[in-house]
Nanobody, 123 residues
Framework: QVLLVESGGGLVQAGGSLRLSCAAS????????MGWFRQAPGKVRGLVGA????????YYADSVKGRFTISRDNGKNTVYLQMNNLKPEDTAAYFC????????????????WGQGTQVTVSS
């Protein structure tokens, strides 16, 4: 069992930056693959990116590649999503999620979810 709590969302102008954090409870955080998802109104929730349990490997959706960076600090039970050069189309609720498994590009298999944090990018 792992509880996930996101923070760091807010309102930012296009071209700006935000860093989201996802704090996890439990002693097994370092064994989970962590993913960031987002869902805009009227759209399906989609995988933004993921990071392996060790933090060595990452995956990004094409829409955010080169602008977003996922990192994790297993000592602090926290995963981060650094978002730079934000665009209005990045506006969405952002969720972190945890799963066992090494397939970073596969959006399935996530059994634990946070409550989400809203990111709004104004033009």
């Amino acid at each position: 069992q792992v509880l996930l709590v996101e923070s760091g969302g807010g309102l930012v102008q296009a071209g700006g930056s935000l860093r989201l954090s996802c704090a996890a409870s439990g002693r097994t955080f370092s064994t989970y693959t962590m993913g960031w998802f987002r869902q805009a109104p009227g759209k399906v929730r989609g995988l933004v990116g993921a990071i392996s349990s060790s933090g060595v490997n990452t995956y990004y959706a094409d829409s955010v590649k080169g602008r977003f960076t996922i990192s994790r600090d297993n000592g602090k039970n926290t995963v981060y999503l650094q978002m730079n050069n934000l665009k209005p189309e990045d506006t969405a609720a952002y969720f972190c999620a945890a799963k066992y498994g090494a397939s970073l590009s596969y959006a399935g298999g996530y059994g634990y979810w946070g409550q989400g944090t809203q990111v709004t990018v104004s033009s």
